[in-house]
């Protein structure tokens, strides 16, 4: 039986295959998948403790980096809709979007830039 490769899908299988294996290169950062996909877990269970759930929208305003990339995994694992800068009309996202994400610190820590409407 053949079954739709989504992303999601991808992530879980990548990180079970290929975890020791360099994937993602940012700068001077260097991540395994197992490194990439676990902050990935961790971005999501920020963004849950932040309330956001099944339903919701949640707006990344980022360059592209490994913060952008994480938020691409990070947030559909929670079933949640994801926008990326390229399709926000910034003046309007506050109103439309309640969870806005406009600066992610590296390692992921208290000091990330998260709005909940």
């Not at 975890?19 to 950062?29: A, C, K, M, P």
């Not at 390229?86 to 600066?103: E, F, Q, S």
């Amino acid at each position: 039986m053949e079954a739709a490769l989504t992303p999601l899908e991808f992530a879980r299988r990548t990180r079970r295959l290929h975890g020791s294996r360099i994937g993602v290169i940012d700068g001077d950062r260097k991540l395994t998948y197992e490194q990439f996909f676990g902050l990935c877990d961790r971005w999501s269970a920020v963004l849950h403790g932040l309330g956001v759930q099944p339903g919701d929208r949640v707006a990344t305003i980022s360059p592209n980096t490994v913060a952008q990339l994480a938020s691409f995994y990070a947030v559909p694992q929670l079933g949640v809709a994801r926008k990326s800068s390229g399709r926000l009309n910034r003046r309007n996202a506050k109103a439309r979007l309640p969870i806005t994400v406009t600066r992610v610190s590296w390692p992921l820590s208290g000091r990330n830039s998260c709005a909940r409407k």
